[in-house]
Every structure is written in C-alpha cells, then in structure tokens.
C-alpha cells in the first residue's frame, strides 16, 4: 500500500469522525430548552399538627403516714417501764423534744406550765416503772436546762425547767414517747 492511499483511508476515517461528532452534538443541542429557566420550586411540604398528647395524670403519692400517733390528754391510767429521756434541739424549728423509751399500755396525760418559774410539766398517768433522775441540759443554747423526773404515786411527773411555754403535743411510737415542746422562748445567755 501506498502512502497515498493511506493518507487517503485516514482522511476517509476522520470525516466519518468528524460527521458522527456533528450529528450527535446538533440532536443534543436541538434536544435541549435553551430557554432561562426558574428553579424547580421546592416541594410544598404539608406539616401537619399533631395533637397534643394527653395530659399523663398525676399520681401523687398520698402523704405518709406518720410512724406515730398522738397521745390523748386526760386521766386514764396506763402501765409499764419507763426508759431515760432524751433531750433534743432543734434551734431551725425553736423546739425541743423529749424522748422516753417506753414498754407496757400507754394511758392519757396531762401538762400544764408555770410562768414564774419557767417550767413546763408532765404527767403520764398510770402505774408505770421509772427510776427518779434530776438531769441537766449541757448545751447551752437549748432553753431547756434541766429535766427531773419523778413517781406521784398514779402518774409519773417529767418537769422541764427552762424557758418554754409548754408542751405542744406528745406523740409516740410503738417503744418511744416523744413530748414536743414548741414556741421556745428566747433565753438569756447562761455563764
């Protein structure tokens, strides 16, 4: 073969080329919208409200019990053993507590106070096992000083000397005796 008909062969093969180029790029232009066009609008989203879930109830837990009750003022006797007291302040509340371990029958009480002395009394009815005792506060913030007990022959008498204006409620458990003592006074500092 000749170098001219090569030539020639290569020329043939490239107007193909050239043809098959045109052609293709004439349907696309042909095919496409030239035309200025707007973005696609976006896609109308319909939001729909849920309704409100239902209020979930409230369980309010009902307010427990006390782990005590509250003893009645009056004369009926009870029977036992008495434990020591334990004395308590509470400087947040203003109040003092006495704690009485107790064993046996509770019975009723009574209290009263005197004024002139700063004293407030107790006195659990019944025929109840107790040793005397004359015991001091030794802080001395608590208004309470000192606390003595005693047997009267059908109660036992607690006198809380010190400046309250008596027993608020006495209240107990099933092996303790708790009198609350409230509205303290204001004392004057003891050296």
Same mark, same amino acid.
């Given at each position: 073969?000749?170098?001219?008909?090569?030539?020639?062969?290569?020329?043939?093969?490239?107007?193909?080329?050239?043809?098959?180029?045109?052609?293709?790029?004439?349907?696309?232009?042909?095919?496409?919208?030239?035309?200025?066009?707007?973005?696609?609008?976006?896609?109308?989203?319909?939001?729909?409200?849920?309704?409100?879930?239902?209020?979930?109830?409230?369980?309010?837990?009902?307010?427990?019990?006390?782990?005590?009750?509250?003893?009645?003022?009056?004369?009926? =006797?009870?029977?036992? $053993?008495?434990?020591?007291?334990?004395?308590?302040?509470?400087?947040?509340?203003?109040?003092?507590?006495?704690?009485?371990?107790?064993?046996?029958?509770?019975?009723?009480?009574?209290?009263?106070?005197?004024?002139?002395?700063? =004293?407030?009394?107790?006195?659990?009815?019944?025929?109840?096992?107790?040793? =005397?005792?004359?015991?001091?506060?030794?802080?001395? $913030?608590?208004?309470?000083?000192?606390?003595?007990?005693?047997?009267?022959?059908?109660?036992?008498?607690?006198?809380?000397?010190? =400046?309250?204006?008596?027993?608020?409620?006495?209240?107990?458990?099933?092996? $303790?005796?708790?009198?609350?003592?409230?509205?303290?006074?204001?004392?004057? $500092?003891?050296?």
């Amino acid at each position: 073969m000749s170098t001219k008909r090569l030539q020639r062969i290569m020329l043939q093969i490239l107007l193909v080329w050239c043809t098959l180029f045109l052609v293709l790029a004439i349907t696309t232009v042909q095919g496409l919208d030239w035309s200025p066009q707007l973005p696609a609008p976006a896609p109308v989203l319909v939001v729909q409200e849920s309704p409100a879930p239902a209020p979930v109830p409230i369980h309010e837990a009902a307010p427990p019990t006390p782990a005590f009750q509250l003893l009645a003022q009056g004369k009926k =006797a009870g029977h036992g $053993s008495l434990g020591t007291p334990v004395i308590a302040w509470d400087k947040n509340r203003a109040e003092v507590t006495v704690t009485v371990p107790w064993s046996g029958s509770l019975g009723e009480y009574s209290a009263f106070h005197f004024d002139k002395v700063q =004293a407030s009394v107790f006195d659990l009815h019944g025929q109840w096992q107790m040793k =005397a005792a004359n015991m001091t506060v030794r802080d001395k $913030s608590c208004p309470i000083r000192l606390v003595q007990t005693g047997q009267h022959g059908t109660f036992v008498r607690f006198s809380l000397v010190g =400046a309250c204006t008596g027993v608020q409620e006495v209240r107990y458990t099933t092996d $303790s005796l708790i009198l609350v003592l409230g509205s303290v006074q204001q004392t004057r $500092s003891r050296h």
